[in-house]
């Protein structure tokens, strides 16, 4: 990677890991433990998108409208352990919402700066590898079977104390994967570049490890 000009002399390259994928792929664990390993900040900007779906359900607004859509963008004022971003209301408004070029276009560059850091951060979303960062040093595409999915998507609404059933949350995430990878902004796409790691047969521990030996792998010959 080309000097930063805040880049000190002398001082260790910044690293900037990208992890895209579909909801409930394991991406977020992936990415957390990926910045924890490699020191670097982390920033889930999925949940960027919850916060202006929360805002815009607790201001009645239309999720229907791009508008108002985009009126919700300002979320500086929204708790980032306000228990209502995980919840699925929230999540089925962040999935539609998101589709809106305006509101992709006012969330770009906060997460561009996040990625822009002197030392380097790590990013997961769905377009993080594509568009947010495309330089990204090392990028990975995290994926697993829609009903490896459901299933986890199951037993973490039901360890939360929420009601869940397996077929419901097995269509909510095939509508969610045609909406993100059909829409006309930023649809989910793996990079050219980035690195298949395919969830469905592994263990949490066992997909972080091999997530982390393919970065490694990668920024060995960047």
């Known amino acids: 990677m080309s000097e930063h000009p805040d880049h000190p002399i002398g001082a260790p390259d910044p690293i900037v890991i990208a992890v895209d994928g579909p909801a409930a792929s394991g991406k977020g664990t992936i990415a957390r433990a990926l910045a924890k390993h490699f020191n670097l900040p982390h920033m889930d900007t999925g949940m960027l998108y919850r916060a202006v779906a929360l805002n815009l359900w607790r201001w009645g607004g239309d999720m229907a409208s791009e508008f108002e859509a985009l009126r919700a963008c300002d979320v500086a004022a929204v708790d980032p352990e306000d228990p209502e971003l995980r919840s699925e209301a929230v999540s089925s408004i962040a999935s539609r919402i998101s589709a809106y070029p305006s509101v992709r276009a006012a969330l770009l560059e906060r997460q561009r700066q996040f990625a822009g850091q002197p030392g380097g951060a790590v990013l997961d979303g769905r377009d993080i590898g594509t568009v947010v960062a495309p ?88």
Request: charged fraction near 35%; glycine fraction near 2%.
């Open 135 to 222: 330089d990204a040093d090392a990028k990975l595409f995290v994926t697993a079977a829609p009903e490896t999915r459901a299933q986890r998507r199951v037993r973490e609404l039901l360890g939360r104390g929420l009601p869940a059933h397996y077929e419901d949350v097995l269509v909510d995430i095939r509508a969610r994967d045609e909406r993100d990878t059909t829409r006309a902004a930023a649809p989910l796409a793996q990079a050219a570049d980035a690195m298949l790691l395919d969830t469905s047969e592994l263990d949490v521990d066992a997909a972080i490890a091999e997530a982390v030996r393919l970065v490694e792998e990668r920024l060995a010959v960047r």
